[in-house]
């Protein structure tokens, strides 16, 4: 069947097949793609974990990769994806798993055939068997402490009912998956579950539907129908009296504040052409006027508020709001709650209005005739999503339609939910360090160790809150009209004289100020796109940690003060992402090509040097950032090194209790005004305008911007730039820190490799070398010796110098442990690899990668994206991906092979960060062992004439040249 239901602006070709084994596919033909993407969904996921191993669905994800009966190799699969420049990844959910990936059009039908195996003929080998559930139990350590997963999960442990299917530990780890009998389970799962009528699968190519059709039938149709019949969820009750009315009380990981209210209500998937659920949660989490934010922050309580529905497991809808609470709101976070109820029982009074609805059916309406492509592998994983939640082969012409679908307008639906917003059919679940203190005993959650206390929410409470409505002082109320909905979209017809000419590249139309200019030749879509680049020393930026602190709250402040209009905005369709880099303030405005969007970009200059701001929000705001400084000091230490990293190397970077110091006892309330006052008096602006906008509406926009920012025009050479610290060659440099974070079990090593400045060869030569390294690395550390979830390998380049990265983290071995398997592997490439390499290996990795420069752009963002980006860096090289392929056709074997001994062995410039968890640091002798073994490995196999441990970083960057300001 052909899908017609579909965007008028959507060039790609959809069939429907459901093949003789039920199960249901797509095919999408896109002429444009480089990569061809698979994506199959499998109906099951953790909720079928049995109750002895908790973890398997997720196990079995993992598992499936490793080797099949007709591809046994256990990298084969991952080899194949790699050599011709794809990516590979899958995820198990509550009630579903997924696996897919893209590579290069080629290869795709050689790659299906692999990935088709997975669900007939999977080996799940003894020995991977054992290996594989190291990365399953590192990948746990890694999220322990995320608190997200650590609410999660808690929900799963405590909140809901115990004999719930939600009642399971998703993840697993050793402890649940390490037992006799383990691949016994794994492969009943497998023949249990897997089956051809609870999978959909799609397939986005360039071949045509024929061809891709026959795939699908060639490799999927003996995948075997088992015929099985998924639990009946319907009547699950996941929440009981035990979890409903009551609060549960968190102490978090990381220092946060925040609330959370779920409420329990009826699954609404099926009324997708009225979808209920996204218009009351479109007003509860509204940030416009009259708003609930807009009187929590009035009231000095809360800095953020998000609202959204999720349909968990085709059984409930979970309908939440989540607020992110000041100091003040954390104490009374009873007045937060009361707060919520006043503007839902408000709500519930006045009724939701017919212009709320259209508004919103409007912009599905746009969002649908203007849909814009993606690429393969996001597009296939999306549409495969989707597809579970089809059935009937009659109902798949409205797959691309129904996420945008808003028909029927039923006032009585939405009060009937809206009624269920009750204290009692609701949990609170209260995030904050205070709740430590509490008298009370707090109880552990099994996985995380999340401590916790519950209390039930009193009956006066909940029938107080039940009706409480707003005061008069409080201002709560529907949002209003919004006037930015596009009307009339502005469609100029571009001539074309060849369908294939290559798109124009931007030119320069004003030189000063200067303004980038290009009109979309590409998309024929009524979009636009506004990009500003602000640069200024003003208030010492950014030599000092004041004025790097300064810049952040300036911004922040910014954004509060600007938040109900660009809120406004955002609902219309106006996009708005703003960048700090310590050279230049960025600002991109992406929209429809409406009139409106004209005054909306007048309205935000215009605050640039004006805005307003109390000294209750800024306090607010700086108390938050202080937080999230913090509780970075707290991340993942692989998290944390790279940050740590760019402090060591990049001129104008400071450590994080550097900029602390700062924020706290120098950046008062007094200070910033001063500096505010100060800030964007000398500027430098760059301008880049593209989309469906004449020349002459594009400088327009420009002047009027201009005209609105009062400042004298600074030059290029007077703006402090960022610099880059250059090793001496035959060196190397450790930096070592112990993780303060006493709980956190984890170790992490990176080693970063400086080569020189990039010209198109070398930037080709490296980039073929890393091709070259990237699976082996992986093969070798993660699959192999299992070494952590996070294992990396990948070519760097940082203020146009190359560099080579690897990075490890792991909960099982030290960081010098780390070092020696990271330098044992590259010793095994130079003994074993390089002396047998050939030229069509080099030729394999050369077209991986050419390849992925060739995809063409998909949509004006993407497109507008990448020359901005030339912009931003100064290269202003918008033919960079030609030069680059050009390059790359000429390096050859001996290139590659010369340029290897040099970064790694003959003159090697390193530098290697070490990040200690506290059992790894206590083991001294180990330590001792490895790090003795490193210096042998140094000694033995690499010209260092000289080495440096980091003590103090300002020194260390002090005692070294930088690369030449460019
Ligand atoms: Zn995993």
């Known amino acids: 069947m052909i899908i017609s239901k579909k965007s008028k602006s959507d060039d790609r070709l959809y069939r429907y097949l459901r093949l003789q084994n039920n199960l249901r596919c797509l095919v999408v033909q896109d002429k444009d793609v480089e990569k061809s993407s698979a994506c199959l969904h499998v109906g099951v996921g953790s909720l079928y974990d049995p109750p002895q191993a908790n973890g398997l669905a997720h196990f079995l994800e993992h598992m499936l990769f490793l080797g099949t009966k007709k591809y046994p190799s256990e990298n084969y699969y991952s080899q194949h994806i790699q050599q011709n420049g794809g990516q590979k990844n899958a995820a198990t959910s509550e009630n579903y798993t997924y696996y897919y990936f893209d590579v290069k059009n080629e290869a795709f039908p050689k790659a299906v055939d692999i990935f088709s195996q997975f669900f007939k003929e999977p080996l799940f080998t003894e020995t991977a068997t054992e290996r594989e559930m190291n990365a399953v139990d590192s990948e746990y350590k890694k999220n322990l402490s995320d608190d997200g997963r650590r609410i999660f999960q808690m929900e799963k442990s405590v ?325 930015f909905i596009p009307q009339q979209l502005n469609e100029i017809k571009i001539l074309r004289d060849l369908e294939n000419t290559k798109p124009a590249f931007p030119m320069k139309i004003s030189e000063n100020p200067q303004v980038w200019f290009k009109q979309d030749d590409t998309f024929d879509q009524p979009f636009l796109q506004v990009n500003m680049k602000l640069q200024t020393y003003d208030c010492a930026y950014p030599v000092t940690a004041l004025s790097q602190m300064f810049i952040v709250l300036w911004k922040a402040c910014l954004l509060e003060f600007n938040r109900e209009l660009s809120y406004m905005g955002s609902l219309a369709g106006i996009g708005e992402s703003n960048g700090l880099s310590m050279e230049y303030l960025s600002w991109t405005i992406f929209s429809y090509n409406d009139v409106v969007v004209t005054k909306y970009i007048a309205e935000t200059l215009k605050s640039l040097q004006n805005y307003d701001v109390t000294k209750e929000i800024f306090e607010d705001i700086k108390n938050l950032k202080i937080r999230s400084y913090e509780n970075s000091l707290k991340s993942e230490p692989y998290q944390r090194i790279d940050s740590k990293l760019y402090t060591l190397i990049m001129k104008n970077n400071l450590d994080i209790p550097e900029l602390l110091k700062a924020l706290k006892e120098e950046l008062d309330f007094e200070t910033f005004v001063n500096m505010k006052n100060q800030w964007l008096r000398n500027l430098r602006i760059e301008w880049f305008v593209t989309g469906h906008i004449t020349q002459k509406d594009a400088m327009q926009i420009v002047h009027d911007s201009e005209a609105a920012i009062k400042h004298r025009k600074i030059t290029q050479e007077e703006i402090q730039e960022q610099r880059l610290i250059k090793l001496p060659y035959n060196y190397l440099a450790e930096y070592e820190e112990l993780n303060a974070d006493t709980e956190n079990p984890n170790s992490a090593a990176l080693a970063i490799y400086q080569y020189e400045l990039k010209t198109p060869l070398k930037q080709a030569i490296n980039s073929v070398l890393f091709q070259l390294l990237k699976e082996p690395f992986f093969n070798q550390l993660r699959t192999q010796q299992q070494l952590g979830y996070i294992v990396q390998c990948a070519p760097m380049i940082t203020r146009k110098v190359i560099h080579g990265k690897f990075l490890v983290q792991s909960s099982v071995k030290d960081p010098d442990y780390l070092i020696l398997k990271m330098n044992e592997f590259l010793l095994n490439i130079r003994d074993n690899v390089i002396p047998t390499l050939t030229d069509e290996q080099i030729e394999t990795s050369k077209k991986a990668i050419i390849n992925s420069l060739q995809q063409k752009d998909l949509n004006l963002g993407q497109e507008a994206g990448r020359y901005w980006d030339e912009i931003l860096t100064g290269d202003y090289e918008f033919s960079s991906r030609e030069i680059k392929i050009e390059a790359l056709r000429q390096v050859q074997k001996q290139d590659v092979i010369e340029y290897f001994n040099e970064l790694f062995f003959n003159n090697p410039k390193r530098l290697n960060l070490k990040f200690y968890s506290h059992g790894h640091f206590d083991n001294k002798d180990e330590l001792n062992a490895n790090i003795q073994a490193n210096q042998k490995f140094y000694q033995d196999n690499c010209k260092i004439f000289k080495q440096e441990k980091i003590e103090n970083y300002r020194q260390f960057k002090l005692s070294h040249f930088q690369f030449p300001r460019l």
């Open 159 to 483: 909140i809901v009912r115990p004999g719930s299917v939600l009642n399971k530990f998703s993840t697993g780890g050793m402890e649940t998956l390490k037992h006799e009998g383990i691949r016994d389970e794994l492969l009943k799962f497998h023949e249990d579950y897997y089956s051809s009528n609870i999978m959909r699968l799609v397939l986005v190519g360039r071949d045509s539907l024929e061809n891709l059709e026959k795939l699908a039938v060639e490799n999927f149709s003996d995948v075997v129908n088992k015929e099985v019949v998924l639990k009946d969820l319907s009547n699950e009750i996941v929440y009981d009296e035990n979890s409903l009315g009551k609060l549960y009380k968190v102490v978090p990981h990381k220092n946060l504040k925040k609330i959370l209210i779920h409420w329990n209500l009826p699954y609404s998937e099926h009324l997708w052409n009225q979808k209920p659920s996204s218009i009351i949660s479109h007003l509860i989490g509204h940030e416009g006027p009259n708003s609930l934010l807009s009187q929590l922050i009035k009231e000095g309580l809360a800095t953020s508020l998000q609202s959204s529905n999720s349909s968990r497991m085709d059984c409930i809808d979970q309908f939440s709001v989540s607020v992110g609470l000041t100091d003040k709101g954390e104490e009374n976070y009873q007045r937060v709650v009361e707060l919520v109820y006043q503007y839902i029982n408000q709500l519930k009074q006045s009724g939701i209005p017919k212009y709320v609805f259209d508004e919103k059916k409007r912009m599905y309406e746009l969002s649908f005739e203007y849909k814009t492509k993606q690429s393969a592998i996001s597009y296939a994983q999306t549409l495969a999503a989707r597809m579970l939640k089809f059935i009937e082969d009659e109902e798949f012409n409205d797959l691309l339609w129904r996420p945008h679908a808003l028909e029927v307008f039923d006032p009585e639906e939405l009060q009937r939910r809206m009624n269920l917003l009750t204290p009692q059919n609701s949990f609170v679940i209260f995030q904050s360090k205070k709740n430590e203190k509490e008298d009370s005993v707090l109880l552990k959650e099994k996985w995380y160790g999340t401590p916790y206390s519950i209390e039930k929410i009193p009956d006066d409470t909940i029938s107080y809150l039940a009706k409480v409505l707003p005061s008069l002082e409080v201002n709560l109320g529907l949002p209003p009209r919004n006037e």
